[in-house]
């Protein structure tokens, strides 16, 4: 059973920095591609940044490309996202999720077979 377990979200001023971090478990992790996602109210998910798991890779939105900076820890299995220069826009639920033997980094939510509970950040203004 594959387990993903986020952590760090907190309420934040505009212009601070947080760093989520998603603990897996339950499955080899080689040949895949994690991401984070995030869910504001009424709004529909969406993709944030991917990585691929064995070659680094990475992908961003545009929203984010130089602010956020994902990465990971191969021996803990951790997923990692810096945020910096945080916005009120950035406020959401974040959520990670993985995809085994993925072509490139998916950037749809469909593309991901497990994901986690989420973590909320908000950010004042």
């Known amino acids: 059973q594959v387990q993903l377990v986020e952590s760090g979200g907190a309420l934040v001023q505009a212009g601070g920095s947080l760093r989520l971090s998603c603990a897996a478990s339950?499955?080899?992790?080689?040949?895949?591609?994690m991401a984070w996602f995030r869910q504001a109210p009424g709004k529909e998910r969406e993709f944030v940044a991917g990585?691929?798991?064995?070659?680094?890779?990475?992908y961003y939105a545009n929203s984010v490309k130089g602010r956020f900076t994902i990465s990971r820890d191969a021996a803990k299995n951790t997923l990692y996202l810096q945020m910096n220069s945080l916005k009120p826009e950035d406020t959401a639920v974040y959520y990670c999720a993985v995809v085994w033997n993925p072509r490139g980094i998916p950037s749809s939510v469909g593309g991901y077979n497990y994901w986690g509970q989420g973590t909320q950040v908000t950010v004042s203004s």
């Open positions: 990585i691929s798991w064995s070659l680094s890779t990475t």
């Open positions: 339950g499955r080899t992790f080689n040949n895949h591609a």
